[in-house]
């Protein structure tokens, strides 16, 4: 049984800083695609970050480029997404995903997701 695990989310000032984590039993990070994805109150889920499987390709949301960095530990079995410079309009619900296809923007190629983790970007 895949399961995932985030934490790390919380209430930042703009221009601060967050690193998310993602605990994965049931599924290895180092050869499964991983995504980080968000969801704001009304609308759309969108994909963030994704890390590729057998390679260290990784994709980023345009908007999050430069401030925000996926990776993984093998070791640990974990994914994190480090976030600089954070932005009122980072503010969202971010899901850890796991898919068995490669890293794609569509949410519906992912099997598997976390829970969610709340990040606030607020003065």
């Known amino acids: 049984q895949v399961q995932l695990v985030e934490s790390g989310g919380g209430l930042v000032q703009p221009g601060g800083s967050l690193r998310l984590s993602c605990a994965a039993s049931g599924i290895g990070v180092d050869y499964s695609p991983m995504a980080w994805f968000r969801q704001a109150p009304g609308r759309e889920r969108e994909r963030v970050a994704c890390i590729s499987g057998t390679s260290d390709n990784t994709f980023y949301k345009e908007s999050v480029k430069g401030r925000f960095t996926i990776s993984r530990d093998n070791a640990k079995n974990m994914v994190s997404l480090q976030m600089l410079n954070l932005k009122p309009e980072d503010t969202a619900v971010y899901y850890c995903?796991?898919?068995?296809?490669?890293?794609?923007?569509?949410?519906?190629?992912?099997?598997?997701w976390g829970q969610g983790t709340q990040v606030t970007v607020s003065s």
């Open positions: 995903a796991a898919t068995s296809d490669i890293c794609r923007a569509d949410p519906r190629a992912y099997d598997h």
